[in-house]
């Protein structure tokens, strides 16, 4: 192999090392880098350009200088270097931008303390504004997973099977409208602060669903993007561990990511929960999620709904078999949950728990009640429930066509493959 050859070499492992010490970094510090820099300039659509500016340069510099040892603080001072740059040239510099401006000229970049351990309210105040009530949830669990969680537009249109470009659409119509409404780069006062917690937990709770049983596509389990969600609410708790809901949302998921590595077959099929090998749940997310429920239980203001959906899928981690559940205790949780959360999908999965508490008969009269009120119209969980109910009563046949339905109803192959082999094994007549 000839010089120039080795030298081409070496210089692309470089290059391929710095990329993926860029992604790391961002990946991890994402957040508080774009927080920082929306603090700094005031300006939260500026601030997440300034930092993709500051990753190019990274990606330019890094395999010729290396990886600098506070790799966040560099991508910061950058990104501050480049908006005071940007300010000089609109000739708006002022005093406190010339002293700025001396201070980041005098830093060194490789020393300068940046503790990535250390949270700050900048995080924050960086989740509300992407789950700003001006925004569409759609732009909300866009712009949370771009800034917040720090994926590439490419990851969050590959999770939520969109083309690129009407991601990037997204992200780019909702800085505008931020920018419109002028929203503030603060934490909101105590008569908003309950209703934004509870869009910010909403977003994180429909990314970590569709990671969990993916609403469309060839996979059941999106174990990448539940575990994102995951992530960001493990944040989110420390960064308010004043609010019980915040912990019960992080118990439900660490309860519901368990059973992951359970819930797959060798081939990618679906493994549901009465046919699970319980011994390779994770032991671990089940003691992390049982801190975490007793984490908002400490604070004495009583479980809100994520909270109760974290009790209930605690009862089935606790549990050695389908049999030995506490169903009763499920059924009473339900129907807390319903009284506090009123929902039709509450309602269904109320009736699943008293199917096996009691029986198939006590449980299809209220299946039979939601299908009369046309609640869950189109959904394909209702026909779905109401088939295993039938069959367990022998009903055959109207199992086999609920079941059917159920299976034309849903977007998901993978689900539509277990609805489809449920209803070919029920016997005839």
């Not at 712009?143 to 590439?152: D, Y």
């Not at 009763?328 to 999908?345: M, T």
């Not at 199917?355 to 299809?364: E, K, R, V, Y």
Request: charged share 30%; glycine share 6%.
């Amino acid at each position: 192999m000839s010089d120039t050859t080795d030298a081409a070499v070496r210089a692309s492992r470089a290059a391929a090392s710095a990329r993926r010490s860029v992604e790391a970094v961002w990946r991890i510090e994402s957040a508080r880098i774009v927080a920082t820099l929306t603090r700094f300039t005031g300006d939260f659509a500026a601030a997440e350009d300034l930092a993709q500016d500051a990753l190019a340069a990274a990606l330019e510099q890094w395999p010729r200088d290396g990886v600098p040892a506070n790799a966040g603080a560099w991508l910061v001072a950058v990104a501050q270097r480049r908006a005071i740059d940007g300010w000089r040239r609109r000739e708006r510099l002022d005093e406190r931008y010339a002293a700025i401006a001396r201070e980041l000229e005098s830093a060194d970049l490789d020393t300068e303390p940046y503790d990535p351990d250390e949270i700050d309210d900048d995080v924050l105040r960086l989740v509300f504004i992407a789950c700003h009530p001006a925004l569409s949830r759609e732009a909300q669990i866009a712009l949370t997973l771009r800034v917040v969680g720090g994926l590439t537009t490419e990851e969050i249109a590959r999770a939520f099977f969109l083309p690129v470009a009407t991601v990037q659409q997204r992200i780019v119509r909702a800085k505008k409208t931020l920018a419109a409404v002028k929203a503030p780069f603060e934490v909101p006062g105590r008569e908003e602060f309950a209703e934004r917690m509870g869009t910010v937990l909403s977003v994180l709770y429909l990314v970590f669903n569709e990671g969990h049983v993916a609403s469309s596509g060839e996979r059941w389990l999106r174990a990448d993007l539940a575990h994102e969600a995951l992530r960001l609410g493990r944040v989110l708790a420390e960064l308010a561990p004043r609010e019980p809901e915040v912990h019960g949302l992080v118990a439900l998921m660490e309860f519901t990511a368990a059973r992951f590595p359970a819930r797959l077959g060798p081939d990618g099929e679906p493994v549901l929960l009465d046919r699970q090998d319980r011994t390779r749940w994770d032991r671990q997310l089940i003691a992390r999620g049982r801190a975490a429920l007793a984490r908002a239980d400490a604070l004495g203001r009583g479980r809100g709904a994520y909270a109760l959906q974290a009790a209930i899928a605690e009862c089935h981690d606790v549990a050695t078999s389908v049999e030995s559940t506490d169903w009763e205790r499920i059924v009473l949780l339900y129907e807390a949950l319903a009284r506090l959360a009123p929902s039709p999908v509450v309602e269904l999965n109320r009736a699943v728990a008293v199917a096996m508490a009691t029986g198939p008969a006590s449980a299809l009269p209220i299946v039979d009640e939601l299908d009369r009120s046309g609640a869950l119209a189109g959904s394909h969980l209702l026909p779905s429930v109401r088939g295993e109910l039938l069959a367990r009563l022998g009903r055959n046949a109207e199992a086999r066509a609920a079941l059917e339905e159920a299976a034309r109803r849903t977007a998901n192959e993978r689900e539509r493959d277990v609805l489809r082999a449920k209803a070919a094994a029920l016997p005839e007549g």
